[in-house]
Structure formats: structure tokens, C-alpha cells
């Protein structure tokens, strides 16, 4: 037997919604059945719906690492250059697809507590004319930062370049789109602030996206990470590459309907909100936040800096032991330096950021509590 998951304030994955896990009982039905085929089609249509986008998107089966992946390889040729903007783990990460399909990869980087400046962006085009691909990490959660993705897509599509985002933790709990940020690609999951289960990845692509995708001979085919195989796999009488992982389908499919009955706009403003009473939190009780500055703070998680005088490791496990609320401890840079506390989907409620902020609270009062 699993234990009864504590309080998960994680940054993904998350806990699921309630109707999410009642979908998931579901009875499993075959992937050729008629009645599965409709809905396979009305998901990609209410996906396309949620990310407000004109093609049909793309769903792979497997988790949003597989998405992120497929789309390096689907879109860049040995003729591209490739500009990778680095801010966080996930896009440093991203180099190493790029370089593996591109011709070149440039990194314009800035320290992980700090988000990409478009001016900076504006002066390598300048002296790289031949940057042909964008690469993005919207809100690279290892730092809890958020990348002014608005300006940076108008500034990609200025130049003409594509743009790939990795917009895992942000869509769905913010107001953030492939069409409006000028995306080409643009990768998200269920498992984050849609508040679904990990396992599949949710691309978004434009038109040019998949023209340029069709007439480059280095996109993988035959291949698990072929983004072309799934193009057209919500026709109906169109055979699915491989099995779909039915389960997750219709997890999906609840956590989308739960989106539009909630309404976007107010989840997003449960994200905002829950954050929010976090960070005041957070600054009440000393605590600095990673980011530099408070506005590249991302809504969907808030990554703060621990007191000298008690290890990550040990306030995460004061916070499940005693509390029942688990949180994430850093990652590469970050790691033994923060804990990070997810908004995400059916964590992201107010009452849960003041039960964190109090439990912390009790904890870091008391004289016991140094290491
Ligand atoms: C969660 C996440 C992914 C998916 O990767 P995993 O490490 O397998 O969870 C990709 N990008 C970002 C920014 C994420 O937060």
C-alpha cells in the first residue's frame, strides 16, 4: 500500500484534481474502437481550445521531456543555428538536443536568480544575422524565474527565426499562449498547473512549425520521437503511431474540462493569488526570495532562500514530518541552497499558502530548530 500523500506543495508533479482521478478509473477501452477515436479527436480539440492556438496540437505519449525533445529534433537541420537562452536548468538542458540536430548552437545565459534581457537578444542578432532557431525556457522552475517570453517571441518573430518554448510549468496557471508569444513550438504537460498526472506532452505548433518540419530531412521518422508520426493522430481512421496511453488520455480530458468550468481566467487568478500570500509571507519571516527581484517572480512556484542556521534538507523534512506539507528542494544551481514551493493546478490555493507560511513559521521559531 502508498502511504497517504501529505499536503503536495511540490513543483511538479502535483497533486491531481479530484475529477482527474475518478478519470482515471475509467474502463480501458481499445485504441481502434470508434467511439475511442472521437474521443482522442475532441481532447486534441478541446486542448487546441485551452491553448488557444489555430493548428491542431500534437499530444505524445510520454512525459514533456519526450515532447521537448521531439520538437529539437523535428525542427532543427544541420543548416540551422540555433540561439539557446539560458536562465535555469531546463534551458541549459535544451543545448544538448540542439547542438545533437543543429549546425551551431549559440548561448546568451544569465545567472540563474536573473531572467533573459530582449536587448541582450537583440544585440547577438545583430552580430548573428544566421540565427535561424530560438530556444526558450518560459519559467524555469528550478529558479522560479519567468522569462519575459512576450517581448522575446515578437523580437524571434521580428528576425524570422523559430521559436521552441518550453512552457511546462507555466501554461494553465497563467495567462501565457503559443499564437500570442509567436511560438512555432510550444511544449507543455498535464502533470504541472493543469493538474493532471504526468505521462503525456501537450505541443502546440504553428503552420510554418510543420512546413519546415516536412521539408527537413534530418526529422526523425520511424522513431519514437518522431513529432511528424503524431501529426495528423486525431483524424479518426488515422492509425495511431503507437498505442496512446488511454489512461492518460482521459485524465486529460478531465483536467481540461475542469479548466473551462473553473474558467481561465480564474485560475490563473488562484495562481497569482496563492503566490502571492506566499511571497508576503516569505518576506514577513525574513526569508529572501531566489529570484533578484521580486517581478521575475513566476505564479506557478515560489523558490526562497533557507536560513544559515538549518539545512534544506532539514526544514523539508521538519515541513512533512510535522506538518504534512511536502515541498521540492532545489536542483543543480539551486540545490542545498532553496526550497521551492509549487502553485500548480489543485495546489495552487490560497488557504494552502498560509498553512505553508504558518507551519514555516512555527518551525523556524522554534530555538531547536538550528541543525
Ligand atoms: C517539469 C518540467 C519539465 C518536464 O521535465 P521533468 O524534469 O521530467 O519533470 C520540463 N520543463 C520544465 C520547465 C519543467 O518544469
Not at 25 to 30: A, D, E, M, R, T
Not at 113 to 126: F, G, S, T
Amino acid at each position: 500500500m502508498l502511504p497517504i500523500p501529505p499536503l503536495m506543495l511540490t513543483t511538479g508533479p502535483v497533486p491531481a484534481y479530484p475529477e482527474v482521478l475518478a478519470a482515471l478509473g475509467s474502463p480501458v477501452l481499445y485504441d481502434y474502437h470508434p467511439a475511442f477515436q472521437i474521443f482522442y479527436a475532441d481532447v486534441t480539440e478541446k486542448l487546441r481550445q485551452a491553448l488557444r492556438c489555430d493548428a491542431a496540437p500534437v499530444i505524445m505519449q510520454g512525459e514533456a521531456i519526450l515532447g521537448i525533445e521531439a520538437a529539437a529534433g523535428a525542427l532543427i537541420s544541420k543548416n540551422d543555428v540555433v540561439l539557446n537562452l539560458v536562465s535555469g536548468a531546463y534551458g541549459k538542458r535544451f543545448a544538448i538536443w540542439a547542438s545533437r540536430y543543429g549546425k551551431e548552437v549559440i548561448e546568451l545565459a544569465v545567472p540563474y536568480d536573473d531572467v533573459i534581457d530582449p536587448q541582450a537578444i537583440r544585440e547577438v542578432l545583430r552580430k548573428r544575422p544566421d540565427i535561424s532557431v530560438m530556444a526558450l525556457c518560459h519559467h524555469d522552475t528550478p529558479s522560479g524565474t519567468l522569462n519575459p517570453l512576450g517581448e522575446i517571441g515578437a523580437i524571434t518573430a521580428e528576425h524570422g527565426a523559430y521559436l521552441i518554448v518550453d512552457a511546462v510549468s507555466s501554461f494553465g496557471g497563467m495567462n501565457v499562449h503559443p499564437q500570442e508569444a509567436h511560438a512555432d513550438i510550444f511544449i507543455t504537460s498535464p502533470s504541472k498547473c493543469l493538474g493532471s498526472t504526468p505521462g503525456l506532452s501537450l505541443i502546440a505548433m504553428s503552420d510554418r512549425a510543420w512546413a519546415k518540419i516536412e521539408t527537413n530531412p534530418d526529422a526523425p521518422v520511424n522513431s519514437f520521437l518522431s513529432l511528424l508520426a503524431w501529426k495528423d493522430a486525431s483524424e479518426p481512421g488515422k492509425p495511431f503511431p503507437v498505442t496512446p496511453s488511454i489512461g492518460e488520455i482521459y485524465a486529460l480530458n478531465a483536467a481540461l474540462d475542469r479548466y473551462v468550468e473553473e474558467g481561465p481566467e480564474n485560475v490563473w487568478a488562484r495562481h497569482a493569488l496563492t503566490a502571492a500570500i506566499t511571497r508576503k509571507g516569505l518576506f514577513e519571516l525574513g526569508l529572501p526570495l531566489w529570484p533578484k527581484e521580486e517581478a521575475f517572480c513566476s505564479p506557478t512556484a515560489t523558490v526562497f532562500k533557507v536560513p544559515e542556521n538549518i539545512s534544506d534538507v532539514t526544514l523539508r523534512d521538519r515541513l512533512l514530518h510535522d506538518h504534512g506539507i511536502l515541498v521540492s528542494l532545489g536542483r543543480g544551481e539551486t540545490a542545498g541552497k532553496v526550497l521551492r514551493v509549487g502553485h500548480m493546478g489543485a495546489s495552487a490555493q490560497p488557504d494552502f499558502a498560509r498553512q505553508f507560511i504558518a507551519a514555516l513559521s512555527g518551525i523556524l521559531s522554534e530555538p531547536f530548530s538550528a541543525d
